[in-house]
């Protein structure tokens, strides 16, 4: 396990995923991560790599060639390598290998560094294509944020609260996990998305292309919450496991397929082409208070 830490904040990260574990605030000793409860979900916040989501019967094809990745690709499981580390930073590193060229032919660095500054911690991913063709990828952030946070307080008594008054839609998922090709009118000139179990029993709401460029997680009886910052990332899934105390924020370059994906990488919606020795950088962080 690595720890990082400052004045404000104590965050631990695992080498397997690149995972975060938790993510303490020092002067009120709130742990803002989700448990990891395997009955619910045994996941804390993976990494979505090379895919976000599910694809077309877990299979793509590239140049002919038919391949298959499960739900949010590899990265996930996977052991990284710290290659940086500093009290307040660490940065880690996952690349190709003979294991990932059997279900994605491309050669690859994956840098993943967080970052304290103050009572914010910021996710930075660096994505560079080590090969001598396009690279096609997506990558995604998928952090579960405890809900209640405090003892005494209940689920409803927390609202997602949007920095744009925002009218969208969601694309809704089938139980295959692909994409509606219609969407659902869903909020209406609101900033405020009251959080309820129920939001999720049909799986995670997509958003396309919010106006939004920050989501915060706060109640109207407590002062403590948070805010994540995601400009840059078009797409955002909101989830929880039904009936768990948490709600993810996902901040996403690449979305699930389409229930009528050609299946053909270079055309499923979201991917992002990466030349020769090109470096794609994104950027997300969290505000603890």
């Not at 660490?90 to 103050?118: A, E, G, H, M, W």
């Not at 109640?219 to 403590?224: I, L, R």
């Not at 009936?243 to 901040?251: G, K, L, R, S």
């Not at 020795?277 to 997300?284: A, K, L, P």
Request: glycine content about 6%; some cysteine; proline content about 6%.
């Amino acid at each position: 396990m690595i720890n990082i830490t400052n004045e404000y904040l104590q965050v631990k990260i695992s080498t397997k995923g690149a995972e975060l574990q938790s993510i303490i605030r020092k002067d009120n000793q709130l742990e803002y991560l989700w448990s990891g409860d395997p009955a619910f979900w045994g996941k804390k916040s993976p990494v979505l790599f090379p895919i976000v989501g599910n694809l077309k019967n877990n299979t793509y094809s590239f140049k002919g060639e038919p391949y298959q990745l499960s739900r949010h690709g590899f990265a996930r499981d996977m052991e990284f390598e710290v290659i940086e580390h500093t009290e307040s930073a660490v940065t880690l590193n996952l690349s190709d290998s003979q294991t990932t060229r059997k279900n994605y032919p491309f050669p690859f660095s994956l840098n993943i560094r967080y970052s304290l500054q103050d009572a914010s911690l910021t996710v930075s991913y660096e994505v560079q294509n080590t090969g001598d063709d396009t690279m096609y990828f997506s990558i995604g952030a998928h952090p579960a944020f405890k809900v209640p946070l405090e003892e005494g307080m209940t689920y409803e008594d927390y609202t997602l609260h949007f920095n744009e008054t925002e009218t969208a839609d969601v694309w809704m998922l089938s139980t295959s996990g692909e994409l509606s090709r219609t969407p659902t009118p869903y909020l209406e000139h609101t900033r405020e998305l009251p959080l309820k179990k129920e939001l999720f029993d049909n799986d995670a709401l997509v958003f396309k292309n919010l106006a939004s460029t920050a989501i915060s997680i706060k109640s109207e009886k407590k002062p403590h919450g948070l805010t994540l910052h995601y400009a840059g990332f078009p797409y955002m899934g909101i989830w929880a496991a039904k009936h768990a105390d948490f709600v993810c924020i996902e901040p996403w370059c690449g979305v699930a397929d389409h229930e009528d994906a050609s299946g053909k990488l270079e055309e499923k919606e979201g991917i992002v082409p990466l030349s020769p020795e090109e470096i794609f950088h994104r950027q997300w962080s969290v505000l603890l208070f």
